[in-house]
């Protein structure tokens, strides 16, 4: 009965693990702040209204694999970034879209999650990009509210043009789909589906971008490198 469903965070990790088999990994570190991502379908109906970059929260200490997601055809990647890899992905029939940050936290939610770890005493750092000249003293920014407010009316708007009017008609998907929001749900306690297919090469969404562009620990370097060498730069 639910035309499309949004995942985000661990629900978004496990919800691609569960479907297509797309593992994750740990980060060296928490990847904590508020970062900068680029289109890279700038005509999306879901980032309609974007600039060619945005702005989103990240919370977490695991990352999907990039190069799995790169390799199933039965997903588009709608951005990433030069550091932190993809972020937000989507199926070419719209019913599925998975976030790996929080359009949802408003002004203070990292700033809660940040003084709730710092009184308990464990390794925590200031969240990037959040405060300003990182002063924990200060009030924090909040430059991805009208991101935010754009996803959300996007794919309300997505959900109203596109779900067949007899209900009848939409094809049937998974049970967790009744879900809307999919956030901490143990999906990736399930049985997956099968593994994701060995890394190959395929065209390059990301308008000629070189591996010499992108770098970092967050950012499987495997997935440029399979790029370059389709474009004979390697």
């Known amino acids: 009965?639910?035309?499309?469903?949004l995942h985000f965070c661990w629900g978004a990790q496990a919800a691609l693990y569960y479907y297509y088999g797309?593992?994750?990994?740990?980060?060296p570190a928490k990847l904590f702040g508020i970062f900068e991502y680029q289109l890279t379908q700038k005509h999306h109906p879901l980032l309609r209204g974007f600039d060619d970059r945005y702005f989103i929260p990240q919370s977490r200490h695991t990352a999907i694999n990039?190069?799995?997601?790169?390799n199933t055809p039965q997903l588009d990647i709608?951005?990433?970034s030069v550091e932190n890899g993809i972020n937000i992905i989507g199926t070419p029939d719209h019913?599925?879209?998975f976030v790996l940050g929080h359009?949802?936290?408003d002004r203070r939610t990292l700033e809660e999650e940040y003084l709730r770890d710092k009184k308990k005493?464990?390794?925590?750092?200031?969240?990037?990009?959040?405060y300003p000249n990182d002063n924990d003293t200060k009030r924090p920014y909040f430059t991805w509210c009208s991101y935010a407010h754009l996803f959300y009316h996007n794919w309300?708007?997505?959900v109203y043009q596109e779900t067949p009017y007899d209900l009848q008609a939409i094809a049937k998907v998974h049970p967790c789909a009744h879900s809307l929001f999919c956030c901490t749900v143990g999906l990736a306690t399930r049985e997956p589906l099968q593994s994701a297919r060995a890394p190959t090469i395929r065209a390059s969404p990301y308008n000629g971008l070189r591996a010499a562009d992108y770098g970092g620990p967050y950012v499987d370097e495997r997935l440029f490198r399979a790029e370059d060498a389709v474009a004979g730069i390697a």
Request: no cysteine; charged share 25%.
């Open 1 to 5: 009965h639910a035309f499309s469903t």
């Open 22 to 27: 797309i593992e994750k990994r740990l980060l």
């Open 66 to 70: 990039d190069i799995q997601v790169y």
């Open 78 to 80: 709608l951005s990433r």
């Open 95 to 97: 019913r599925r879209f």
């Open 103 to 105: 359009f949802e936290y």
């Open 121 to 130: 005493g464990l390794p925590i750092a200031v969240p990037k990009n959040y």
């Open 156 to 158: 309300l708007n997505i």
